[in-house]
T-cell receptor, first 114, second 113 residues
Framework: NAGVMQNPRHLVRRRGQEARLRCSPM?????VYWYRQLPEEGLKFMVY????????ESGMPKERFSAEFPKEGPSILRIQQVVRGDSAAYFC????????????FGPGTRLTVT | DQQVKQNSPSLSVQEGRISILNCDYT??????FLWYKKYPAEGPTFLIS?????DKNEDGRFTVFLNKSAKHLSLHIVPSQPGDSAVYFC????????????FGSGTKLNVKP
């Protein structure tokens, strides 16, 4: 029973390029969450998705960031025109349902913008 | 706007003794709380949770206490083991938006042999 998978584990982008982070939830999980962790800080909620639907994107920056969870395939967090401040660890989590379920985290993608 | 706070960035404990990690929150609407453990280069791992209808939840060596009036929760690990050395995050969610977790900044626990 594979856990939450994220790839790539490390991603280096130059300023202005696009970053695409992928997340495959645990088998049987239909809820996906993205978090960002800046150095020396806790995880900050970004977005909550179900298949083909964005449920809550209140933590997403208004510009350059987007997320999707298509009917088939992994969830994608896309960052356009990356800047140095986007350098962080991005974690994806999944859960089987809605009410009082713990979220299971992937190993994260460490994005470095040079 | 830090709604969940872990004011101790680090804690050092001798093996076999009790580790107490603390967490404070400001939002009185929070009614579900969790603790996660994180090793370097890995994602957080769920440890234990508590809902606001309880004031204590126990799972083996791990016990979480919730004091709603003080808006405070703590994680007790007894006895502490070197393998417990990790960063511990507390997280909270509110009933009207229970899928959105607010995390503290973490406490790095070091258990010395």
């Amino acid at each position: 029973n594979a856990g939450v998978m994220q790839n790539p584990r490390h991603l280096v982008r130059r300023r202005g390029q696009e970053a695409r982070l992928r997340c495959s939830p645990m088998k049987g999980h239909s809820h996906v969450y993205w978090y960002r962790q800046l150095p020396e800080e806790g995880l900050k909620f970004m977005v909550y998705l179900q298949k083909e639907n964005i449920i809550d994107e209140s933590g997403m920056p208004k510009e350059r960031f987007s997320a999707e969870f298509p009917k088939e395939g992994p969830s994608i967090l896309r960052i356009q025109q990356v800047v140095r401040g986007d350098s962080a660890a991005y974690f994806c989590a999944s859960s089987p349902g809605t009410l009082f379920y713990e979220q299971y985290f992937g190993p994260g993608t460490r994005l470095t913008v040079t | 706007d830090q709604q969940v706070k872990q004011n101790s960035p680090s804690l050092s404990v001798q093996e076999g003794r009790i580790s107490i990690l603390n967490c404070d929150y400001t939002n009185s609407m929070f009614d579900y709380f969790l603790w996660y453990k994180k090793y370097p280069a890995e994602g957080p791992t769920f440890l234990i949770s508590i809902s606001s209808i309880k004031d204590k939840n126990e799972d083996g060596r791990f016990t979480v206490f919730l004091n709603k009036s003080a808006k405070h929760l703590s994680l007790h690990i007894v006895p502490s083991q070197p393998g417990d050395s990790a960063v511990y995050f507390c997280a909270a969610s509110a009933g009207d938006n229970f899928n959105k977790f607010y995390f503290g900044s973490g406490t790095k626990l070091n258990v010395k042999p």
